[in-house]
């Protein structure tokens, strides 16, 4: 973990600046957050038990400490997505068919030694911008078993559609944060634009490959593997993730506030580490020592 997060810590890119996105487009990163590369991005999640994504671009992450989510960034090159089912959407259906996948796949979930994961409901329905080719929908979703009272688990998924494929921006959070979050999200959505002759008006039909799906397959079959994928991340989010992101953007320190804050004991008194063994396999001893070092540099970003 402690080489993952340096490697990351080292190749973490601070806004403001424009990210070029696998040649097809660039995205605005704002200030006070930071952009890590598709390679390292990958071995971070990697080194925390999350599973490494081919089409994975990067990460975006928050430079304050008090910030809870992360932006996962993907190019799926499929082809042209059709858009003309969007207008026979039924939500309804389209959540008991997202509940039903789920809960197939709990099995492998459990298997896995991953808790089963229950989509309690939508965050916000399907909603297609047939101008700007833009895809909004967000589900909560809740480990089975867990307190009524605790936070659900939120991926709210935003889609931009191009020529010969899409970007998926997956923002990871809680039902207590997101209000405020699903703004991040959004706001990468909309700063993000393909270049000319990538644009999704820029399909030719004689010469360019169609995906195998339309749009309603974003929300359907694709959604049900996207989801599999962040219940294993969520099942680790608030373990080994949030710890490593805070070991890399604000110390251990910082990682002490933030376990405070999800044990439920404010910010303060700081959480004692029996606690935090029992919430999750925190790095201890040199490799936290070694970790905060660059945190309290001058090179990297600050919180």
Known sequence: M???????????????????????????????EVFIPARQANDLMASMGNSREPGRVGLILPRGEKARWLVDVSWVHDG?????????WQPDAMLESLRAGTEKQNDERLARGIPALDITGWVEKPNYDEKTHRLIWSLAG??????????????????????????????ITDSKAIEADKIVARDLLASLDFAPGKRYEDFNNATDKVA?????????????????LFAIILAFLLKAWKIGLLLLLGGWAATKRFLGRLLGRGDAPEPDDASIDALADAPTGEDIEHLRQPAETANGPSV
Do not use: C, M
């Not at 605790?150 to 997956?170: C, H, K, P, V, W």
């Open 80 to 88: 042209y997505v059709r858009d003309g089912d969007a207008k026979e």
């Open 2 to 32: 402690r080489a993952a997060t340096e490697a990351a810590w080292s190749a973490a890119q601070a806004g403001p600046r424009d990210i070029t996105l696998e040649r097809q487009g660039t995205i605005h990163i704002p200030a006070g």
């Open 212 to 228: 195998a799906y339309g749009l309603a397959g974003l929300i359907g079959a694709v959604a049900i593997k996207k989801l599999g």
């Open 142 to 171: 809740q480990i089975r078993g867990a307190p009524a009272d605790q936070a659900q688990n939120i991926n709210y998924n935003t889609y931009a559609l191009g020529r010969e494929g899409y970007f998926s921006l997956d923002l």
